[in-house]
T-cell receptor, first 114, second 110 residues
């Protein structure tokens, strides 16, 4: 089954403790991205990757890092999480970034930073 | 990408057609109209997209006006599981990025 898998689904952590949210897709997609969703602000893109070893900032990249060493994986790294990074996070993938391709989203990771 | 405008909420009776409108009056010729939905904090789910012609798939139909300034997503026989936030997105210039607005909260009631 074609899918985007995120882990963990829920995470509560303390300020400053490094964490990684994993994202994996099994569709051989080139384009992957991370979004965060906050009440009243909608979904905003954090980082994206057009292919292996090619990543770039989205609209809200501060406080996050990503890497794309393999095509299927696109982890999101919070080196020193802060309470304002408490949010619902989604990973997405598509065959390419062109306008005629649909995106597939993971089931989400709800992160709470205390 | 062109701005889209949707009503904040709509109701629909189970078994009836749900018609969700979207205004995109500034859409340019190469921008596609996409629809996604999000069921209760799950990941957004792709529904359908189109450029000029009407489109239909197993989930829904997309009707785009001839001037392309508005469109309607039609769920032909709404069920309770179709209760969700529906997002209309005009997508043209932004490589890969989807710009989600506030969407329409569709509530399907028995």
């Amino acid at each position: 089954e074609a899918q985007v898998t995120q882990n963990p689904r829920y995470l509560i952590t303390v300020t400053g403790k490094k964490l990684t949210v994993t994202c994996s897709q099994n569709m051989n997609h080139e384009y992957m991205s991370w979004y965060r969703q906050d009440p009243g602000l909608g979904l905003r893109q954090i980082y994206y990757s057009m292919n292996v070893e090619v990543t770039d900032k989205g609209d809200v990249p501060e406080g996050y890092k990503v890497s794309r060493k393999e095509k299927r994986n696109f982890p999101l790294i919070l080196e020193s999480p802060s309470p304002n990074q408490t949010s619902l996070y989604f990973c997405a993938s598509s065959s390419s970034g062109t306008v005629n391709t649909e995106a597939f989203f993971g089931q989400g990771t709800r992160l709470t930073v205390v | 990408d062109a701005k889209t405008t949707q009503p904040p909420s709509m109701d629909c009776a189970e078994g009836r057609a749900a018609n969700l409108p979207c205004n995109h009056s500034t859409i340019s010729g190469n921008e596609y109209v996409y629809w996604y939905r999000q069921i209760h904090s799950q990941g957004p789910q792709y529904i359908i997209h189109g450029l000029k012609n009407n489109e239909t798939n197993e989930m829904a139909s997309l009707i785009i006006t001839e001037d392309r300034k508005s469109s309607t997503l039609i769920l032909p026989h709404a069920t309770l599981r179709d209760t969700a936030v529906y997002y209309c997105i005009a997508r043209g210039t932004s490589y890969g990025k989807l710009t989600f607005g506030q969407g329409t909260i569709l509530t399907v009631h028995p």
